[in-house]
């Protein structure tokens, strides 16, 4: 059983940053690929990024490419979402995902843990 909380969100004005941490209760987080997924009112779950258990494979939603940096800590077992350029088709509730497996995923159903989400609103 994997726990994870997020934290980080807030409300920012369109151009500025954030950044999201999620902090996961494992004895192997190395083991798990981690995931950010955000969902917008009345919209579906959508793939932000998502990092492998190593570290080193990174892959992101067309939306947030080139905005929007995954990164992980295993040190730590904490995984971070740093998120520049803001637009207000941003805001949504964040959540993180754990994987029961080193290779990450943009498909929210190959998660196996989520937290409760953080909310991230971007005023214009």
């Known amino acids: 059983q994997v726990q994870l909380l997020e934290s980080g969100g807030g409300l920012v004005q369109a151009g500025g940053s954030l950044r999201l941490s999620c902090a996961a209760s494992?004895?192997?987080?190395?083991?798990?690929?981690m995931g950010w997924f955000r969902q917008a009112p009345g919209k579906g779950r959508e793939f932000v990024a998502a990092?492998?258990?190593?570290?080193?494979?990174?892959n992101y939603g067309d939306s947030v490419k080139g905005r929007f940096t995954i990164s992980r800590d295993n040190a730590k077992n904490t995984v971070y979402l740093l998120m520049n350029n803001l637009k207000p088709e941003d805001t949504a509730v964040y959540y993180c995902?754990?994987?029961?497996?080193?290779?990450?995923?943009?498909?929210?159903?190959?998660?196996?843990?989520w937290g409760q989400g953080t909310q991230v609103t971007v005023s214009s």
């Open positions: 995902a754990a994987r029961s497996s080193p290779y990450s995923s943009r498909l929210p159903g190959n998660y196996d843990y």
């Open positions: 494992t004895r192997a987080f190395s083991a798990n690929a």
């Open positions: 990092i492998s258990g190593g570290g080193l494979s990174t």
